[in-house]
């Protein structure tokens, strides 16, 4: 009896320890994720305030002159 | 989309010229004009440039991830859990003993399911290969389908050897032999162990998904020899319990009922652990592509910075000769 408990015990670990290690993947790889997007919305909010000439200390080039007119750039 | 995809746009959107090069070259009035040009046009190129690989960027999300699939992939995982739960009662407590194996057919509820999962993930690979190696059917998610699956596949086809190996011991009174099933099944493993190596080998997604595609399938070839090796070779290994091809069950009763939910629970449980596994490949690459892009637009940041300081030496100097 004691093969027959340990092939059981062996099969049942075995999926548990995967399914445990995939969900700790998971969401680890969700945090990772989000940590990323977050560091990106910090770097793309200090760009449009570093592109705001005049305005004020914090202030985007928008809060400071409204939605930039793109029309003239010659594609850029 | 890839991450090295992502490394060649960004090369083909740098300026044609870096304001660095521009803020050094030029000392004049003009020269510094052209510079806060460039300075700006570098800044808002950036930003743009983030803004549209944000929008191509895939949510890191798959189909999976409603909320209505979520409920349906929460009740499978339950389903699955209470199969198992179910099989390893029935099969340990409920039904008979054998008259040939004894207490030793209890190791049948769970070692041909078992493998029959190996033989499925392995057949999934295959089959998401082939799919990907066909140009009209070719996408990244099939080769993330085939690398999850060949893993649980190795999973799978460990345990398969494993429970043979405990059963094998008390009833040939070997933990291994030289037997035809148990080579073919060996050597299946360390195929798919190959296979899992070769897709962590670096290089362009595609040539990797490409060259992991040949290799599943040439792994693959083994699994009907592995099957057929009790019919083809009559060594130490017994002929198949159930042959679903000629309908062949040498197996009745609770006996029969409880190795079906065995079958059942554990096909399930792999559909669920693939299910999940597949999310992380679709999470990993979706992470690795914001961290990138952050990595960019902070490198960028940096060049913008360099200039504004070139800039503000350079202005003194300047401005006092011409006074």
């Known amino acids: 009896m004691a093969y027959i408990n340990a092939g059981y015990v062996v099969v049942l670990a075995s999926v548990a320890v995967y399914a445990v290690f995939t969900g700790a993947r998971l969401v680890h790889l969700r945090n990772a994720k989000l940590r990323a997007s977050q560091r990106l919305e910090k770097l793309d909010g200090a760009a449009e305030a570093y592109l705001a000439p005049g305005a004020l200390p914090g202030q985007t080039q928008q809060q400071a002159f409204g939605p930039r007119d793109r029309s003239s750039m010659g594609g850029i | ?323």
């Not at chain 2, 960004?10 to 050094?24: I, K, L, M, N």
């Not at chain 2, 997604?205 to 792994?219: E, F």
């Not at chain 2, 990993?284 to 800039?311: F, H, N, P, T």
Request: hydrophobic share 50%.
């Open chain 2, 1 to 323: 989309m890839q991450v090295s995809d992502h490394i060649d746009e960004a090369d083909s959107s740098e300026p044609s010229r870096s304001t660095q090069a521009v803020g050094r070259e030029h000392g004049s009035e003009q020269g510094i004009a052209q510079a806060r040009v460039s300075q700006e046009r570098a800044g808002t190129r950036a930003q743009d440039w983030a803004r549209q690989l944000r929008a191509q960027r895939p949510a890191g999300t798959t189909m999976w991830d409603s909320p209505r699939a979520r409920k349906w992939l929460a009740f499978m995982g339950l389903a699955s859990l209470v199969g198992i739960g179910f099989t390893v009662w029935l099969g340990l407590w409920v039904t008979p003993p054998d008259v040939n194996m004894g207490q030793l057919v209890r190791l049948v509820y769970i070692h041909p399911p078992v493998a029959w999962v190996a033989y499925l993930a392995f057949g999934v690979t295959a089959l998401a290969s082939l799919l990907y190696l066909w140009p009209r059917t070719r996408s990244q998610a099939l080769d993330k389908v085939a690398g999850a699956s060949g893993e649980l596949g190795v999973l799978f086809c460990a345990l398969t050897i494993a429970t043979g190996s405990i059963w094998g011991r008390p009833t040939w009174g070997v933990w291994w032999t030289w037997d035809a099933r148990l080579t073919s099944t060996a050597l299946l493993l360390l195929l798919f162990i190959g296979y899992l190596a070769l897709r962590k080998v670096p290089g362009n997604p595609h040539t990797v998904a490409r060259r992991s595609a040949i290799a599943a399938l040439v792994a693959f070839a083994d699994v009907p020899i592995d099957h057929f090796s009790v019919d083809w070779w009559h060594t130490l290994h017994q002929r198949s319990t159930v042959e679903l091809a000629t309908f062949d069950i040498k197996i009745y009763g609770i006996m029969a009922w409880t190795l079906a939910l065995g079958f059942l629970a554990f096909t399930l449980a792999y559909v669920w652990l693939l299910i999940q596994r597949y999310r992380i490949e679709v999470l990993k690459g979706a992470s690795q592509r914001a961290e990138l892009e952050a990595a960019l637009v902070e490198r960028r940041r940096e060049d913008v910075d360099q200039v504004e300081q070139i800039m503000a030496a350079s202005s003194v100097p300047v401005g006092s000769g011409r006074s």
